[in-house]
């Protein structure tokens, strides 16, 4: 065949300019091929069959000149000599060789690969599938497991190809099906190859999916033992996973027939809960994950995904799976830490969107003895966790319970009520009885030092979930006064005064290698809260400019060499703030006070400079809604070291430990918000220079006549007063006109250098 022609012609470059070593080597290969195909003895010829089946599983040299010559004869032996079950036997095992990378031999990557080669030739060999498949019907055992091995090497390589394959061929998909119920270790290779087999084929799930795939995968999860099995459960979760993954129709047969109780038993913890083996940690993360793609409900194209998606939202609810996660993310304290930020993240994505789910929440108590609701003890483990990545999945919880739940908001605000200052240093650990207000107001009050900011700015990004779109929650948390820290500094100050205050001493917090700033993500966090507490709140905004250092501290933040991309737009948005909803009329306090000092201080162009370095940032940019975790595959698994090690969410192209919790905080809904300020801002600066002062009626001295002044010449005077006004209205209506023409296009001169003469 024209291929193979080609193959030797690729092998003879190869080998043409090796040593006499491998011409050796091609020439063995060729006579032990000789050997089976023309051999006399039947001894002989299994004797050749062992001799090539160990020379190709340990020479690449070898495996590369199999592939010019061998598969004719390997595929000949298997179509004629069924009845010899050694000769079967060898030239699968033979098979299996050459289409195995050898670990040990060191082939760069630009010369040829032989397995790959290999595998690429068997896929293309006439029937070569249908052949493989019919041998899943062979009695003997080592003939169906070496043919299982067969078909999972060439799936690994040549997926597509024999997925096509696979699907022409009647009963093709029943035959691996039906291997499920074999013994243990047909068994177990028939389900890694369908997990292969299933990753990207809809057709294929489809049929496996009527082959009783569930009731299968199921029935092996439990045989062997659950989440406490070994990576047979792992392999059998995948397996769902890739059946149910953006397919509604699959997750109704599911729901509808086997059901979400067998989903439940897998979570469920047994035997010693303090035990959290590897492979235990990787199956519970799988399971996991089969929640969240029940939770997502199908592909984005399905016209029924939304109902798909309220009803498994619904139904898991039922079956008491916020006490399984509770326990999971919560309750187990002693799970990895893995373990519990995939419960936390799965307890917010049932929640988001669905009253009763989170009223079901909501009414949730835990603890065996004194009890404590259930987003109390959420909010603990986000004021005290020493993982960042724990803290984020914790805050997604409040993020999702928060969405669009006006009613949940103000039943979180009206808690927030502030303890007597000789309370507030009481450990958090020590009243479960305490209000979750309380608490969080501990959380954002506590003293002034990096540890305690650190826990400050936790707890003002769950302040910033509760007052979200919600303006009598933001006016609830307006009224908040703090008493002085000692009695001698005076009267009480508002919350948002203070927290300005941990803002700015955040500023001046230095790292261990003496750079500023501390935490990256404290500062951000703070300005997020702010910039959410503003939004469309004039109240807000006369509060916040009830202290005149406010504005000056954040100019010298918009323009700070040391601050961050984020700090520094952030801070910019800010000030943009105190102008769009500023309503005060008070002296040094309107918004043409505010457009001015940020023209004078920093420059208009630099101002909105910082716009621009912020939105073309990458976590700005890609700055999208939660996503489900990613697939946890036994290839990814596999160079897991500890529990911790796996992340779902993962920035692996990311060193910055920060990165995680800064994403968090530029999620879509933030951008979103930040994009149409930036665009308002622009818009009210042009108001503002439009009309600058109050419209009070002012006599200038020039209209006076002066003492001793002809008619004659106070009237020649007053026309010259009049054309030079007319002059400079008419420069100004130039500024005017050309500061909405850059407005438009998004970007702003200093308005302070456009003179008279220079317009």
């Known amino acids: 065949m024209d291929l193979v022609n080609s193959y030797k012609g690729v092998v003879g470059l190869v080998f043409g300019n090796e040593k006499s070593a491998s011409s050796n080597e091609d020439s063995y290969v060729e006579r032990l091929l000789d050997c089976i195909s023309n051999g006399k003895l039947a001894e002989d010829r299994r004797t050749a069959m062992v001799e090539l089946q160990s020379v190709v599983a340990e020479s690449s040299g070898a495996q590369l000149a199999f592939g010019a010559m061998g598969f004719p004869v390997m595929m000949g032996v298997l179509r004629e000599e069924r009845d010899d079950v050694e000769m079967v036997r060898g030239a699968l095992e033979t098979l299996v060789g050459a289409l195995t990378p050898i670990e040990h031999a060191k082939v760069p990557k630009n010369e040829i690969q032989p397995a790959l080669m290999n595998t690429d030739l068997l896929s293309r060999e006439a029937d070569s599938i249908s052949l493989l498949l019919s041998l899943l019907s062979e009695e003997d055992f080592y003939v169906r497991y070496y043919t299982l091995q067969l078909l999972t090497a060439l799936l690994t390589n040549s997926p597509n190809r024999l997925q096509e394959a696979i699907l022409t061929i009647p009963r093709g998909i029943t035959r691996l099906m039906d291997m499920l119920m074999d013994r243990e270790v047909i068994r177990n290779e028939a389900l890694l190859l369908l997990t292969y087999l ?425 700055a999208r809604s939660a996503e489900p975790r990613q697939q946890l595959t036994r290839s990814a698994s596999a160079g897991m070291v500890e529990p911790e090690d796996v992340d779902g969410n993962n920035l692996s192209d990311q060193k910055d430990e920060d990165l995680p919790v800064l994403s968090s905080i530029f999620d879509a809904a933030f951008v979103n918000l930040v994009k149409s300020l930036e665009a308002n801002i622009r818009e009210k600066i042009v108001e503002v220079y439009s009309n600058p002062k109050s419209k009070v009626a002012v006599v200038p001295a020039e209209l006076e006549q002066k003492s001793g002044e002809s008619d004659g010449e106070y009237v020649k005077r007053l026309k010259e007063f009049v054309e030079k006004q007319c002059s400079e209205i008419q420069v100004l209506l130039n500024v005017l006109q050309l500061l909405r023409f850059l407005s438009y296009r998004g970007h702003f001169m200093d308005v302070e250098k456009l003179t008279v003469e220079e317009a």
């Open 198 to 622: 299933t990753r990207e084929a809809e057709e294929i799930q489809k049929i496996v999916v009527f082959e009783g795939a569930f009731e299968k995968i199921f029935s092996i999860i439990k045989e062997e033992g659950g989440s406490d099995g070994g990576v047979v459960v792992q392999d059998c979760i995948e397996l769902l996973n890739n059946l149910i993954r953006k397919n509604a129709s699959n997750q109704i047969l599911l729901r509808e027939t086997i059901g979400f109780d067998p989903l439940m038993s897998i979570l469920k913890l047994r035997g010693s809960t303090y035990s959290f083996t590897q492979q235990k940690t990787i199956n519970l993360l799988s399971s996991l994950e089969t929640i969240n793609l029940l939770i997502m409900g199908g592909s984005e194209a399905d016209p029924g995904k939304d109902a798909n998606k309220l009803t498994n939202k619904t139904t898991l609810v039922q079956k008491k799976i916020l006490d399984h996660l509770l326990m999971l993310g919560v309750e187990s304290q002693w799970a990895p830490v893995a373990v519990r930020c995939a419960a936390l993240q799965c307890i917010g994505n049932l929640i988001i969107g669905h009253s009763k789910n989170l009223d079901a929440l909501a009414s949730k108590v835990l603890g065996e003895g004194p009890q404590e609701a259930a987003l109390n003890s959420i909010l603990r483990i986000i004021l005290r966790t020493s993982s960042v990545q724990e803290f984020v999945a914790a805050d997604y919880v409040f993020k999702s319970f928060c969405e669009k739940n006006a009613d949940g908001q103000t039943m979180l605000a009206s808690t927030l009520i502030p303890q007597p200052h000789s309370m507030t240093h009481a450990p958090l650990e020590e009243d479960v009885n305490m209000s979750f207000g309380s608490m969080l107001l501990q959380g954002l009050t506590l003293s002034e030092s990096e540890v305690d900011l650190e826990t400050c700015c936790r707890a003002a990004s769950v302040l910033s979930h509760v007052m979200k779109d919600n303006i009598q929650c933001k006016e609830k948390v307006l009224h908040i006064d703090l008493e002085a820290p000692t009695p001698s500094l005076g009267a009480s100050e508002p919350l948002m005064h203070r927290v300005v205050k941990y803002l700015a001493l955040s500023s001046s917090m230095k790292n261990k290698d003496g750079k500023s700033g501390g935490n990256a993500y404290i500062q951000p966090i703070l300005l997020k809260m702010l910039v959410t507490w503003l939004a469309d709140c004039p109240s807000a905004v006369h509060c916040f400019l009830d202290s005149r250092p406010h504005i000056t501290y954040l100019l010298e933040l918009v323009s700070s060499s040391s601050a961050t991309v984020f700090v520094k737009g952030l801070a910019a948005v800010l000030l943009g703030e105190c102008v769009i909803y500023n309503k005060s009329g008070e002296s040094g306090k309107g918004a043409f006070t505010v457009v001015d000092s940020i023209s004078q201080k920093v420059g208009l162009t630099p101002y909105f400079l910082k716009f621009d370095e912020m939105r073309k940032n990458f976590l700005f940019t890609s």
